[in-house]
């Protein structure tokens, strides 16, 4: 069986024992958390979050891209938050490649066409995580997408403490 | 106190209690979860995966774009997953909108030069929630980033009774 099969599977328990189905769409607590997809990092439980409290946004790196924008766009405006958290983590894969490496690895593995649509993207991988951090939250504050009233945050996850520290 | 500064405060009980500090970068189950921000989802509980399980990428409606893309290529370039799931969900914000209401919206509250910013995004609302999947897996299964050996499911989570339910 397919592992998307198991968590279809798993997902009968939690469903037969839900009873968080009245929850209203906008955010109880009125915060956008943009973090990584990464799979060591779990965010309600790691920020004390309830379901239904806040929204979380994910990417590789929780990078301020224009999708994730486009994501706290609607956020804010049509589900009032006014609260922002970037959060990145240690031991983070965008640490450990630059763009020319995943552009050699798809052309071997994928081949020229994928090669030739890989070349447009910069993956964003960077090299000095605090300054991840601060840049972009800088971007979400010089973004006119952003209401300057909307409180930013920056902070770094600690995969092996599950310690978050505030940097920004 | 802003609401980020009491999710710092709750996680200092989280990282107390940490015990999970040495899982590896690589998602164990070699799966990446595209789903909705939205505050009603917390994927890990609704699919039964643990910490260190699976990769959780998030953006407003679950939506393939091409910051998902970027994020899904290192998740399987790099990362090693084999499988995505597309998980878009009920009672989703991006079913009660129009660009062009966001449009005005942030005119009216941002003015003229925010609303020139967003005048060209697609903010990606949708109006047919099974379709909006469909469309999402098949923008996957034609991507030529994507290899076509990775298994890419669709499915609809109901935030009124906690089931995931397969379209695709």
């Given at each position: 069986m397919s592992e998307v099969k198991k968590l279809f599977e798993a997902n009968r328990t939690y469903a037969s024992q839900?009873?968080?189905?009245?929850?209203?769409?906008?955010p109880a607590r009125k915060v956008a958390v943009l973090t990584c997809m990464d799979a060591r990092i779990d965010p309600l439980r790691a920020l004390g979050a309830n379901l239904g409290d806040i929204h979380v946004i994910r990417n590789a790196g929780g990078r301020v891209t224009e999708d994730a924008i486009r994501s706290l766009v609607i956020s804010e405006q049509l589900l009032g938050t006014q609260e922002i958290l970037v959060l990145h983590h240690t031991?983070?894969?965008?640490?450990?490649?630059?763009n020319e490496d995943l552009y050699d690895k798809i052309s071997q593995r994928l081949g020229p066409d994928s090669a030739k649509a890989a070349s447009?993207?910069?993956?964003?991988?960077?090299?000095d995580l605090e300054q991840s951090v601060r840049d972009d939250v800088e971007t979400l504050r010089n973004?006119?997408?952003?209401?300057?009233d909307v409180l930013i945050y920056g902070a770094i996850y600690d995969v092996h403490t599950g310690e978050v520290i505030q940097v920004s």
């Open positions: 839900f009873s968080q189905g009245q929850l209203p769409i906008p031991d983070c894969g965008m640490l450990t490649f630059r447009n993207i910069d993956f964003l991988p960077f090299t973004s006119p997408l952003i209401p300057s």
